[in-house]
């Protein structure tokens, strides 16, 4: 019984698609018989003419095929977005670890730092260059998630130039670029002269820490 209504749904199935295709022709066809009077078409370089039924359906064609193709493009860039989007999830849960320790109403502190030190050497007393170091560190397994990171950026430059009018100073890199800067204390620059090595240090560092709200214990 269920193998017959099986087969009778099918038939029914293609009975409705034979009969819409059936209106869909005989509709087709008396378009075509009444707007069957011929138009000049102007393309610029030549003037076909046709009936005007072939040319409204070559235009609907016409834009069924734009729209499809439209559509596509916008189908693919969605798809690609969809990927990109369970990727980043998929690494987000791969590499943020005591994510499960975080609660609805916690706080989150953010504290930053930055300082720039300037130390004048003497003459070829260091090697022109920059260096960096950077460090990281992360909350155990288990605890509520915090971690801290640092980095500190050292550049050794010469002096080429002292402008005491103007307040500046050229320094010059390890490959030969230089750049004039504004001294801040211009008393310093009676403590500096053309040759000094000067050590400029960067330091920036960043922690964040999940703490529980206030009363949730």
Known sequence: MALFDC???GITLVLIKLLFLLVFMIVGASFAIINDRPVVV???FITPEMPLSLLLLLALGCGILLGGLAGMVYFMRVKKENADLKRKTRLVSEEVKNLPQVEVGDQVDVAYYESVHVEVLGPEQAEPG????????TAEPGQKPAGAMATELSVVATIDAINKDAE???LKGAEGNTKT???RNPANLEKVAVGDQVMITLTR???VNFTEAPGSE
Do not use: F, Q
């Open 7 to 9: 087969i009778l749904g």
């Open 42 to 44: 102007d393309l610029y």
């Open 130 to 137: 920059a260096t960096a170091m950077s460090a990281l560190e």
């Open 168 to 170: 500046t100073v050229t």
């Open 181 to 183: 800067v504004k001294v």
């Open 205 to 207: 560092a960043v922690a």
